[in-house]
């Protein structure tokens, strides 16, 4: 009961931080006219005020270090040394707009201090492949992925009103109640803090209106970097079956619980590099676009999809006991089935712009366009080639 205490203490203290840091940010950025405009890959129709990760950063920080005191949490210094240097690569980002190679060499230093520093680190794939434990470099390399992937999925979910914090709060709730119930209470601490650091946020960016704020880079790169932590450090505690609360397969579970930033995110950026474009380049082809095609609001479509990885959460939980490679398989066949039911609405009620150069979710041509003189073999297997690219896309 002491340590739930504590708990709700450092959500409220994390909130009422927050809360009063967006309103003097919100009053900054007004005076220095540093204002997120709607561009292609924003669904914004009118200017509003970016740098909302400040106050996250600051009410995170300040109430985790005061909630963590008298708890053995030796890594949390150099989670947060990693944390301040995404907090600045995200602030600069948002003031001149750095290149994406620069962020991602930043974002490789960051999971470097967190794997070599705070030893937070893939160790064992719990049976996936058929692989257990793993060596330093392996460990090195897929815990780095891990970390740059997530970090990344976050940044790109922020493109409507409250999905990357609504996402964050979600992910950081389901791990921080199994790091309390399993007894790993410094890692409960520091989920309940990032928790109401991003409420605060969530109710100004959803609901605000005199102090609507984004979070801007500042905020989900910083998010995708402590989800990242979070995520590691609950994979790693499920090694030990004995131990209580053990939850088995527990990357996969892991990939559920993040399942709409990190399926959605590998799916566009798939799409992106097949279609010989970067992975970075902007375009609306997330769910989340589709959604708002579809005419949902953002607030609508925000609380959908929340909705929808709250229900794959359930779902993969119950089914945990099947084993991973089962489990695993589930989740890619449920995943891709969920993300094609939005595409199959917008190509039933003919939404689909056939050279709308943002949307990229193009019309192959009929085949009985071409004139019968035309028909031959390379006519043929230029559509093939345009079909099969229409339906990854809608995929």
Not at 220 to 228: A, H, M, V, Y
């Amino acid at each position: 009961m002491t340590i739930l205490i504590q708990l709700i203490f450092c959500f409220i203290l994390a909130l009422s931080i927050s809360l009063y840091a967006l309103r003097i940010v919100v009053h900054v950025v007004h005076k220095l006219n540093l204002y997120d405009r709607p561009c292609e890959r924003s669904s914004a129709n009118k200017p509003v005020p970016t740098l909302g990760g400040i106050a996250i950063f600051v009410s995170f920080v300040l109430v985790s270090t005061l909630g963590l005191n008298g708890y053995e949490l030796p890594e949390q210094i150099y989670v947060q040394t990693a944390v301040i240097l995404i907090f600045f690569v995200g602030l600069k980002d948002d003031i001149v707009n750095l290149p994406p190679y620069k962020k991602i060499i930043a974002q490789i230093i960051a999971a470097s201090i967190i794997i070599f520093f705070a030893k937070i680190r893939f160790t064992n794939l719990h049976g996936l492949l058929w692989i257990g434990e793993i060596g330093v470099i392996p460990s090195f390399l897929i815990t780095c992925f891990t970390i740059v992937v997530i970090i990344n999925a976050f940044n790109l979910m922020d493109g409507i009103d409250g999905l990357a914090a609504g996402l964050s709060m979600l992910a950081a709730f389901v791990f921080g109640s199994w790091f309390f119930i399993s007894g790993h209470l410094g890692y409960a601490l520091l989920s309940a803090s990032l928790i109401g650091a991003i409420a605060g946020f969530f109710y100004l960016n959803v609901y605000g209106k005199r102090y609507k704020i984004f979070m801007g880079d500042t905020g989900s790169l910083l998010l995708g970097t402590i989800i990242s932590v979070l995520m590691i450090r609950f994979t790693e505690y499920n090694i030990d079956q004995t131990q209580p609360y053990a939850i088995s397969s527990a990357p996969a579970i892991a990939f559920g619980i993040l399942l709409y930033p990190l399926f959605d995110t590998i799916r566009v950026m798939t799409i992106r590099i097949i279609n010989r474009r970067s992975p970075f380049s902007a375009d609306k082809n997330h769910l989340h676009h589709r959604l708002l095609l579809l005419g949902y609001s953002h607030k609508k479509a925000t609380y959908t999809i929340i909705a929808m990885n709250i229900l794959f959460i359930i779902f993969v939980l119950a089914n945990r006991h099947h084993g991973i490679h089962i489990l695993s398989v589930l989740i890619a066949i449920t995943g891709t089935i969920l993300f094609l039911i939005p595409a199959y609405y917008i190509k039933r009620k003919n939404l689909i712009k056939e050279n709308d150069p943002v949307q990229h979710l193009l019309i192959p041509p009929s085949f009985n366009r071409f004139p019968k003189s035309e028909r031959n073999f390379s006519n043929k297997k230029k559509l093939d080639h345009q079909t099969f690219f229409h339906k990854l896309n809608l995929w």
